[in-house]
Every structure is written in structure tokens, then in C-alpha cells.
């Protein structure tokens, strides 16, 4: 009788090893591209998403992004004068803390900060932000937006989706087919942190108040060794 796959057993001791090659191989990595492009950018990241960051490896396919533990990031660079990979370098590494990545491009840095600043995509937020704004959905049928464009350019929800808001928290009832509240419904408020019921019940009415973005942070030039700070960290 064949053995099972899932009962292969994976011994520690072999993982820790290939995380080790990892770590070494990434840093190996970033101390190259250090050496290869005349600038060194740490940025921060906003409402972090895989899809948006990819977009922009893309657009920089010349450079080099990193967006990797911050421990191996600022070793890679030398955390003082005695271990820094090239001249000003510990500088930069001060600012490598909390969500950020690195970017070593042959770009001019104005080319780049330029970009930064105006590149932004918006998505849907997931627990744990804060509300951008107040969402309020009105009483009576409810509607697909929830209220955010007139009845007349909207259509009802159909009344599947009922167990499912109701689900989330919103007291919701049928009536004749048609999905409906008794009294307004407040989904969430400006500044307050959201749960995972809220985001949900954003996600189905197709409001997106996560905004992705990328902020330069402070970049290092080759040429003087010197360190610009552009923003402070973003927090948290």
C-alpha cells in the first residue's frame, strides 16, 4: 500500500538550515545591487497589497526592490561605521523600521519621488484600519451601494445576500423578496477602528477606503555618501 503524503514528516532541523540559505542569499543580494546602483531608497508602505507592490517592480524593472525583513535590510547596509557595506550607509539604515522596503535604482531621484507621489490605488480595507469616513446605509430596501447613488440608478440586493448581512451584524429583514431595515444603519464611523464584520459589509456594497501607497522615506546617493530624509516612518 503507498505511504500517505500526509503523513511526511518534516524535521525542524532542516527547515531552520533552508531559512538560513534564505537569509544569506538575501542578503548577498541587497549588498549587490547596493554596489550596482548609485541610489538607495527606503519607503514605507500604506495598506500593504501584493498585487499593487508587483505593479511597481514593474515599473521599476531597471532597479532592484526589496521588501524583506527589516533586520536583514539594515544588516545588508551596516548598522554603524564599522559595518556599514559603503560609506554613509548606517545613516540609512536607521530608517529601516516598521513597514518599509528598499528600492536601488539608477533612476534620478526626482524621477522617483516624483512617481511615489502620485501613484496610489485604492482598495478594499481589511480589519484592524481605521474608517476613512462615515458609511451609513439608509432605511427601506437596501440597495447595492447602499445608498451612495439615488434608488433610481441602483438596484436591491438580492435576497440571498440576507443571512449573510444579517450575519454581520445588520438587522436586516425580507420582505416580498426585497431585503430590508427598519431604521438607518451605521456600517462604521470616521476614525474608528473596524472589525472584520464591517470590512466585510464595506466589501459587499463596493466601498474601498484602503488606499495603497508607497512614501519615500530617506535615500542615500553614491556619489556623496550623504543620506536625505524625505518623510519620517509611517507608524505601525
Known sequence: ?????????????????????????????????????????????????????????????????????????????????????????????????????????????????????????????????????????PAGIVYSLGGAVPASEDVPLPHSVETILRKWGMPTRLDKGKIMLNEEYTVCKEGETMNSNQTALLKIFGVAMAEFRIRPVAYWQSETGAVTVVNAPMEE
Open 1 to 137: 500500500m503507498p505511504k500517505s503524503k500526509r503523513a511526511k514528516v518534516v524535521h525542524l532541523t532542516q527547515v531552520d538550515k533552508k531559512d538560513k540559505a534564505h537569509r544569506q542569499k538575501l542578503y548577498t543580494e541587497i549588498q549587490t545591487a547596493i554596489e550596482a546602483y548609485p541610489t538607495i531608497l527606503i519607503f514605507s508602505v500604506e495598506n500593504m497589497r501584493n498585487t499593487y507592490l508587483k505593479e511597481v517592480r514593474t515599473q521599476f524593472s531597471d532597479s532592484r526592490l526589496f521588501y524583506a525583513k527589516t533586520k536583514i535590510m539594515a544588516k545588508a547596509l551596516g548598522t554603524d561605521a564599522a559595518s556599514e557595506h559603503l560609506p554613509g550607509l548606517a545613516h540609512l539604515s536607521k530608517h529601516v523600521k516598521g513597514d518599509v522596503g528598499m528600492l536601488c535604482t539608477p533612476r534620478p531621484v526626482e524621477e522617483v519621488l516624483s512617481y511615489f507621489e502620485e501613484y496610489s490605488q485604492t482598495d478594499y480595507a481589511r480589519a484592524g484600519v481605521e474608517a476613512a469616513y462615515t458609511f451609513t446605509i
